[in-house]
């Protein structure tokens, strides 16, 4: 569970990035964060990984404080993020095994799920490549492999779908909806209404900082003309702004 507290950020001469947000995103469902561009979902996800400190408010990950308890709280979170251009200098397998003397993971499961999860996404036979070679979906693929291998508990996820083929994106999905009923949490950002509207149990709308909407579908539809699309209520809401 992810529980969001009164959380606001300010930028340097930017209005206000996210403003009092309140949030609690629980276990064994898959949560989806829709926003216009510059609505601040990556900024949340930044506080909420612990990358960007919070101004105001307080973060915490199944309990642990992300900036009094930030070494608890790391070690349960898998995060991709929005831009998968990191470790460039490295080659994948390489980057794969720093994650596991990180994490600890013993050789021989290292090796399997290495094995199993580049396999699923074709990027096995890349592993001696340096990942700047790699494209962006493969750079993202090898960024999602290095979350999945430590098999955290939350998995925060910052668009992890832009960019992905196909098959890669099925399989994604279909590991998202794996870990969520094994009652574990999966939050993650997208422009892709459809995709959100496929998968997610429930969604959090925000824009400008503010969280507009938070419930699932079927409450939106309560909440909203009942034969309304996603789209047509997120674009309603954003443009009411
Ligand atoms: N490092 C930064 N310095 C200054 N302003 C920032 C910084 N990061 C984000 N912002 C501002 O904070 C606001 C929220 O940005 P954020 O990246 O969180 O939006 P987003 O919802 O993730 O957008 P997108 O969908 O385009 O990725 C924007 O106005 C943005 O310009």
Same mark, same amino acid.
């Given at each position: 569970m992810i529980e969001i507290n009164n959380v606001t950020k300010d930028f340097a001469g930017?209005?206000?990035?996210?403003?009092?947000l309140n949030l609690t995103i629980p276990d064994g469902k898959i949560i989806g964060f829709l926003g216009p561009n510059g609505a601040g979902k990556s900024t949340t996800i930044k506080m909420m990984t612990g990358i960007l400190p919070i101004d105001q408010g307080t973060i915490s990950l199944n309990g642990f404080d !992300?900036?009094?308890?930030a070494m608890d709280a790391k070690k349960i979170f898998g995060y991709v993020p929005?831009?998968?251009?990191?470790?460039?200098?490295?080659k994948g397998i390489d980057y794969l095994n720093f994650i596991g003397d990180i994490y600890n993971i013993p050789t021989e499961i290292r090796r399997k799920r290495i094995t199993k999860l580049t396999q699923l996404f074709s990027i096995d036979h890349a592993?001696?490549?340096? !990942?700047?070679?790699?494209s962006h979906g493969m750079r993202q693929k090898i960024i999602v492999t290095g979350v999945l291998i430590h098999e955290p508990e939350i998995w925060i996820l910052d668009?992890?779908?832009?960019?992905?083929?196909p098959k890669s994106a099925y399989t994604l999905k279909e590991m998202m909806r794996e870990h969520a009923n094994k009652g574990k949490t999966v939050f993650f950002s997208s422009h892709g209404l459809e995709v959100v509207e496929q998968l997610c149990d429930e969604v959090a709308i925000i824009n400008n900082g503010k969280l507009l909407f938070y419930g699932s579908l079927d409450d939106m539809r309560k909440q909203y003309?009942?034969?309304?699309?996603l789209e047509q209520v997120f674009l309603e809401l954003t443009n009411n702004e």
């Open positions: 930017k209005k206000r990035a996210v403003d009092q !992300i900036e009094k308890n929005d831009r998968p251009d990191m470790f460039l200098r490295l592993l001696g490549d340096y !990942i700047q070679t790699y668009e992890p779908l832009t960019g992905l083929d003309e009942s034969n309304q699309s």
